[in-house]
């Protein structure tokens, strides 16, 4: 059974920075993308940043284009790098993982899911 565990989430002041981390495990083989999505109280779930394994290509929210850095440090683990926060980053933070790829790490491609690390950045 494949398990995804983040850790690094945490309360900030806007401009600070914080480092996301994620560790799969259960799976023998390579996922084909990594992912982190948020999803804030009363909105949708979006897609914050995702990598595609093979080739190491990177897709960012417009939102966090120029502040946030996704990484990978193989198929399994991704990190992400949060810089310049701002209260609007404030959400619920998952790492997903997508045995798939149909094009551009589409949020449909992910399958695996973990349990949540709360990022909280104070005005």
């Known amino acids: 059974q494949v398990q995804l565990v983040e850790s690094g989430g945490g309360s900030v002041q806007a401009g600070g920075s914080l480092r996301l981390s994620c560790a799969a495990s259960?799976?023998?083989?390579?996922?084909?993308?990594l992912g982190w999505f948020r999803q804030a109280p009363g909105k949708v779930r979006e897609r914050v940043a995702a990598?595609?394994?093979?080739?190491?290509?990177t897709y960012y929210a417009d939102s966090v284009k120029g502040r946030f850095t996704i990484s990978r440090n193989n198929a399994k683990n991704t990190d992400l790098q949060m810089n310049s926060l701002k209260p609007e980053d404030t959400a619920m933070y998952y790492c997903?993982?997508?045995?798939?790829?149909?094009?551009?790490?589409?949020?449909?491609?992910?399958?695996?899911w973990g349990q949540g690390t709360q990022v909280t950045v104070s005005s």
């Open positions: 997903a993982a997508a045995r798939t790829n149909f094009g551009a790490c589409y949020s449909a491609d992910f399958g695996h």
């Open positions: 259960g799976y023998t083989g390579s996922f084909k993308c």
């Open positions: 990598i595609a394994s093979d080739s190491g290509t």
